[in-house]
Structures are given as C-alpha cells and as structure tokens.
DNA sequence: CCAAAGCGTTTCATTATTTGAACCGATGTT
DNA sequence: AACATCGGTTCAAATAATGAAACGCTTTGG
C-alpha cells in the first residue's frame, strides 16, 4: 500500500458523529506509529483535505474537500454513475433495469438499460414513477423520510387490481418491504410487469432515487427473484457509492443475511433438480 | 515537500473546464515523471478521490469527495447560515441572491435563492466566480489578503467590455470598493447582469466569502441599488456572525455611513418627486 | 499499407523518503 | 510531587518512491 493511500485513509476516520480528530486518537485508531500520522496529517492538512483547529489542536475536514465536491457535482452527474451500472444489470437479469431520482416527492425516471436476451420485454416511457404502484417507489418509501409517505397518502392512483389504494393496504406492504429490503411491485402498475426495487442513497445519506428491475411477470420464479436481488443490492451498492452516499447499516445487514440465505435457497434448489 | 503532497496536488488541476485529465495530459501539466504520476493516480483512485473513465482511460473527480464535503459541512455548517439569509436577501430585492466561500484564490458557490418577483430572471450557473469580474469578487478582493490580489493580477480573463484585465485598472476599481464597502459588476462579467457583492467574515477574521446580489441590469436604479445595499449589509452582518466572525470596524463603520447617506438620499429622492 | 507517434502501463536498479523508537516540553491528573 | 497524556521532534535504519527504458496497444499520417 502507497504513503499516499495511506495517508489519504485517514480521512475516512472522519464522519458527521466524529468530526474532529486529534493526533493521540488517530493513533489509536489506526495503530500506526505516531509520527508517520503526524507528518500524513500535517501533509494532508497542507493540502486543505485537513484543517486544524488551533485550540484544540484536533484536526478536520478541510476547505479543500468542498471546492473539489463543488468541481465533481458540476462534472459528473447523476446519470453518468447509473450508467455504468445498468448494463450489467439488465444483462445479468435478461430485463429492464432502470434508475430514477427523488425530487420533491415523485420519482423522475433517469436512466434505463433492456436486456436483449428475450424478444418480449418491458418498456419505460412513463415520465413519473407512481410511488406506491411501482418497486421503486415502495422502495423509496419504506427507507425514505416520512414526509414521503405523508404527501403520497393523499394520491393513492388505481392502476390495476394488484394497486394499493388505501394507506393501510400501503403501510402494510411497506412493512414488509422494510423487513426484507426490496420493494416488489407484482403487476401493481401495469398488467404482466413484475417489478423489484431497492433505495439508492446520496451524500445527504437519505434516499434520493432508486433501481429496479421490471420484469415480464410471466417470466418471474424463485431463481430469477433471487437473480434480481442480488443485482440490485450490487447496484444500488455502486450506484450510492458514486453518489457519494452510504447504504445505512441495518439494509445492508438485511440485503447481506438476504441474499445468504437466497444463495442457500438456490443450493438447495439445484440439489432437489439434480 | 512529501510525496502525499504531491499526489494530493494533483487534485487541483481539475476544475468544471478541466472536468477530465488523462496521463499524458498530466505529464504535460506537471512536468513530473510519467511513471510517478501514473501511480499518484492510481493511489488517489484507489481512495476514492479519483476515478477513471473506463474507455478513456481519463481521470476525474471521485465520488470520495461528496462524502467528505459532506463531513465538513455538517462539522463547519457555512451553507446553514447562508441558507436563512439568501431568501429575505432576495425577496427584497425582487433579484438572485447568492453566497460563495473563498477557498484558496477561488470563489466557490455555497447557495442561490431567485426572487419569483420578475419572470426575466438571472441564474447562476458558475462553476467558480472570476475575483476580477464579479460583486462577489471584487467584495472578496478588496477587503481580503494581499496574497489574494497578486495571484488575482495574474488571471485577468476578459469576460466583456467592461471587464478590468490589466492590473492598474482592477487596482483603481478596488480603490473604490474599499471607499464604499461595496464590490460592483456592471457587466463586467456577463451582458446585462449587474451585481453587488459584499465580503463575508469568519473566525479568522479574515475574508472567507461573500454575499452578493445579481440583478438584470435594466432594472437597476438608485434606489434598487440602495435598496440592495441596504439588504446586503443585513445580509453580510448576519451570515458573518453565524460564521463566528465580525465585520471589522472600519467596514462596519462605512457601511453604516453609506446607509444612512442613502436613506437620505432616497429620502430627498421621495421629496423631490413629492 | 506501413511507419511513426501517442497512449497507458510495467519493469528494475538506484536513490531518496519514509519510518518508528526514543525523546522533549507542556499541560493536566492523582 | 510523581505520573500520565498530549502534540510535536529527532535521527539512523529500512523501505518505498523514483524515473529511464521498454512494452503492447491504438491512432494518426504519408
């Protein structure tokens, strides 16, 4: 590993809970040599990653860090770091996989990716994803701010029999979407689409948008669930990263024991086939 | 100077022009050995800084760097304080208001509010705010380090006609923004927007931004200018203090002056229409 | 169509920088 | 008054950085 990995390691020390961090607590935390970390926070802090509080003496996150977010916000948008994502997953599920941002309570579709596996395929036009009648909207909602589910209460669209039109029937659904971290949408919005989505996070770590995978119902079984899943949670892994967000601690638990035990699922599956 | 310094300096030469740096580029920029820059490179995009265009093989700007300017904001919250000035700043005088934090010889946009008064409206699209050529800027220049000025004298983009971009004349503007406490862009960098920005203060005591109303230059008049004068010294006052900062005396002084010269002024303005 | 130039990447002997145990002085703490 | 902890410094030994050269690949130009 390079001085300059190193060094720049130790901002990652750094978060909202730890803001400050002064020299004997970085020793303690890295376990490295106390004048190594010394010259990488002096280095770092010469750089404007780090600034120094000069009372304290503890260190934090310089002013250096905003100028470059402020270069790669104007440079890279949202969509360049879904593209690089949805390919894969489209080819790897053989269906459409596609991403949208969270703006102000509707999710606004952003970039989407078809399979060219079959000849039968579900395709995106709609302008705005209804949050309660899609897997990407319940996904929003079931890891999204409460006001979220608040304002879409009042607009519980019918689109087909499978749609949830009340807010408990909603509540209901989004108690199980929170306690297996994917939200399933089984032809809620459109006859013959089955759709799973999962929540991507930004650097405000609150839900900004999310991915899913729309299906052709027919084609949708326990394998191909299983499939799905663990794509999404891949995807929705970089896409946050590229965001600049975290998934939250207790849905990355949750997605990891879930595609465990889906793994296993499969094992047993091929075993009961074979 | 460290190896970790220069590697991290390699971060400075992207900017929203300069979105994407491949090798050769850098080779050129830094006039430092291929070989060595190539694993700077690759440390910084291991650690996130960075990341590479794939089929480019460019780098640019890493997703690493949201989640750190999202640290230092919650431990250094400028963009709070600014958040509950800009749009009494703008609603009153019916234009864009805008907040910008200076970080090492460049002004970097913090937060904008629009007034919905007119429907022409300005819109702050910037990357970076030009020292020479903006309120902002000129606010920042005059009441700011020397240092600031000698790097600025350097640079003198020409943006319009009325742009200053020869030393003396910057010199001369600046002599009476110290006289009057306030930075003014006639067009100087865009056609038809006219701003007025004032210095923003912090802990240090020194410069660390600034305030500044843009407006669409045929609106402007003496008494929207005094109007915005007025608005922006509340403005200045309240952002520097929640900044930790004090408006030093001799500006405060000025500016209190020139306010009631104004409200004076607009007083006879009134009588003599009267 | 081949040659040349440009690109990113790897290699390896030389060299310079990093490393860390020990130390220092200041500031609390028992 | 003894002790612990803090940030910061020193210096010989060790290791990681360095850069010229070469490599394979793509693009460009004649």
């Given at each position: 590993m390079s001085t300059v990995s190193k060094a720049i390691d130790l901002l990652s020390w750094f978060s909202t809970e730890r803001a400050e961090i002064g020299l004997a607590e970085f020793q303690r935390l890295t376990s490295r040599d106390k004048a190594t970390t010394y010259r990488y926070l002096r280095s770092l802090e010469a750089s404007g990653l780090l600034e120094q509080n000069p009372v304290t003496r503890t260190y934090r996150m310089g002013p250096a860090v905003l100028r470059f977010a402020h270069v790669r916000e104007a440079t890279v948008p949202?969509?360049?770091?879904?593209?690089?994502?949805?390919?894969?997953?489209?080819?790897?599920?053989g269906e459409l996989a596609h991403a949208s941002i969270l703006e102000s309570y509707t999710l606004v579709p952003l970039s989407d990716h078809?399979?060219?596996?079959?000849?039968?395929?579900?395709?995106?036009?709609?302008?705005e994803l209804p949050l309660h009648a899609t897997g990407s909207g319940l996904a929003a909602l079931a890891f999204g701010e409460p006001s979220l589910l608040k304002a879409t209460h009042r607009k519980l669209k019918r689109y087909t029999n499978n749609t949830a039109t009340n807010p408990k029937e909603l509540d209901a659904i989004l108690q199980i979407v929170r306690a297996t971290g994917f939200g399933v949408a089984d032809q809620a919005y459109e006859e013959g689409v089955y759709g799973i989505g999962v929540p991507l996070f930004d650097s405000s770590n609150t839900?900004?948008?999310?991915?899913?995978?729309?299906?052709?119902?027919?084609?949708?079984?326990?394998?191909t669930i299983a499939i799905i899943k663990s794509e999404l949670v891949a995807a929705s892994r970089q896409i946050t990263h590229s965001w600049g967000g975290e998934i939250p601690e207790a849905l990355d638990q949750l997605w990891s024991n879930t595609l465990n035990s889906l793994s296993?699922?499969?094992?047993?599956?091929?075993?009961?086939?074979a």
């Open positions: 949202r969509r360049a770091g879904v593209r690089m994502v949805l390919p894969q997953l489209a080819d790897a599920t078809a399979s060219t596996r079959y000849s039968a395929r579900v395709v995106l036009s709609e302008p839900v900004a948008g999310a991915v899913a995978v729309a299906s052709v119902a027919t084609r949708i079984n326990d394998e296993s699922d499969s094992l047993t599956l091929r075993e009961s086939i």
